[in-house]
């Protein structure tokens, strides 16, 4: 039986991400712990621990069949590998970087000045989109201090609370594109890998659509059921059940869960009481 060869990033906040989504997918990993790759227990795939930014050359020559990374490296790396996934975790922006001193006055602020980046063919697409002439410096590391070493005029790097930026006495002037995790894979796979992909992506939706839904049970008069099926229509309707109280039933329903906060009013106001909100593990559609 073929075996999918996933490409995930050995360590750090995207590699514990990714492990833990993998498992939210019912997919049991053996011996993941600091080790160059392992096996699933219960599904036909094979991981394969990389550095993020050589996952888009391996999924690229089939040395693994795809790969769980950053959005920005994809772009950067500019492989030739399909995104199949968007996965709704680590993301952030990259954006550019000015010493807070300086009068910002629009991105021409760039004509002439050199930035410091790890993502130089992200950078040099922005600045050719915007006829920005500018000297694109590569570095890797801590990209933060290139300013105040001399080394650059400002930066160009990815951005998450901001936080780092002003410790280094910079300011976040433009963000070019935001990024998450994504699913990748080969352009070539075999239809059985295929297949194991697609089984793979089903399940994946279907944690997706549970992080973003909530179940919903409450307890509202029986003659405020229509108005509150209205706000809460759930996946086709919700379940009414009645209760032994005469005029009372209980509401199950289905509902994203920045819909209940914006609905909580409407819903109380109706005579809904006893309402309790439950995560969901897997939904599908």
Same mark, same amino acid.
């Given at each position: 039986?073929?075996?999918?060869?996933?490409?995930?990033?050995?360590?750090?906040?995207?590699?514990?991400?990714?492990?833990?989504l993998?498992?939210k997918?019912?997919?049991?990993?053996?011996?993941?712990?600091?080790?160059?790759?392992?096996?699933?227990?219960?599904f036909p795939?094979?991981?394969?621990?990389?550095?993020?930014?050589?996952?888009?050359?391996?999924?690229?020559?089939?040395v693994a069949?795809a790969?769980?990374?950053?959005?920005?490296?994809v772009?950067e790396?500019?492989?030739?590998?399909?995104?199949?996934?968007?996965?709704?975790?680590a993301?952030?922006r990259l954006?550019?970087?000015?010493?807070?001193e300086?009068?910002?006055?629009g991105?021409?602020?760039?004509?002439?000045?050199k930035?410091?980046t790890?993502?130089?063919?992200?950078?040099?697409?922005?600045?050719?989109?915007?006829?920005?002439?500018?000297?694109?410096? /590569?570095?890797?590391?801590?990209?933060? #201090?290139?300013?105040? !070493?001399?080394l650059? %005029?400002?930066i160009?790097? @990815?951005?998450?609370?901001?936080?780092?930026l002003q410790?280094?006495?910079?300011?976040?002037?433009?963000?070019v594109?935001?990024s998450e995790?994504v699913?990748?894979?080969?352009?070539n796979?075999?239809?059985e890998?295929?297949d194991?992909?697609?089984?793979?992506?089903?399940?994946i939706?279907?944690?997706?659509?549970?992080?973003?839904?909530?179940y919903?049970?409450?307890n509202?008069?029986?003659?405020?059921?229509q108005?509150?099926?209205?706000i809460?229509p759930?996946?086709k309707?919700p379940?009414v059940?009645?209760? /032994?109280e005469?005029g009372?039933?209980? #509401?199950?329903?289905? !509902?994203?869960?920045? %819909?209940?906060?914006y609905? @909580?009013g409407?819903?109380?106001?109706?005579?809904?009481?006893g309402?309790?909100i439950?995560?969901?593990?897997?939904?599908?559609?």
């Amino acid at each position: 039986m073929s075996t999918l060869k996933i490409a995930i990033q050995k360590n750090g906040r995207l590699s514990e991400k990714s492990l833990q989504l993998l498992n939210k997918c019912g997919i049991r990993i053996l011996n993941g712990e600091r080790t160059l790759k392992a096996e699933a227990q219960n599904f036909p795939i094979e991981i394969l621990f990389l550095r993020d930014d050589d996952i888009p050359q391996y999924v690229e020559q089939g040395v693994a069949d795809a790969g769980i990374l950053g959005e920005n490296e994809v772009w950067e790396q500019n492989r030739n590998i399909s995104i199949i996934k968007k996965l709704g975790f680590a993301s952030c922006r990259l954006s550019l970087a000015i010493p807070k001193e300086e009068n910002y006055s629009g991105v021409s602020w760039f004509s002439n000045k050199k930035i410091a980046t790890s993502y130089p063919f992200i950078l040099q697409q922005f600045f050719s989109k915007n006829n920005i002439s500018a000297t694109v410096e /590569k570095i890797s590391g801590s990209v933060e #201090i290139a300013p105040g !070493i001399g080394l650059a %005029d400002g930066i160009f790097d @990815i951005v998450s609370t901001g936080s780092t930026l002003q410790i280094n006495g910079l300011k976040e002037v433009e963000t070019v594109t935001k990024s998450e995790a994504v699913l990748v894979s080969t352009t070539n796979l075999s239809p059985e890998k295929q297949d194991i992909l697609n089984q793979l992506v089903f399940r994946i939706q279907s944690v997706i659509n549970a992080a973003e839904h909530k179940y919903i049970l409450l307890n509202a008069p029986s003659n405020a059921v229509q108005q509150i099926a209205a706000i809460l229509p759930g996946m086709k309707s919700p379940t009414v059940l009645p209760l /032994k109280e005469p005029g009372w039933c209980s #509401i199950h329903s289905v !509902i994203r869960e920045d %819909d209940f906060w914006y609905n @909580i009013g409407q819903l109380k106001n109706l005579g809904a009481e006893g309402i309790l909100i439950v995560n969901v593990e897997k939904m599908i559609l």
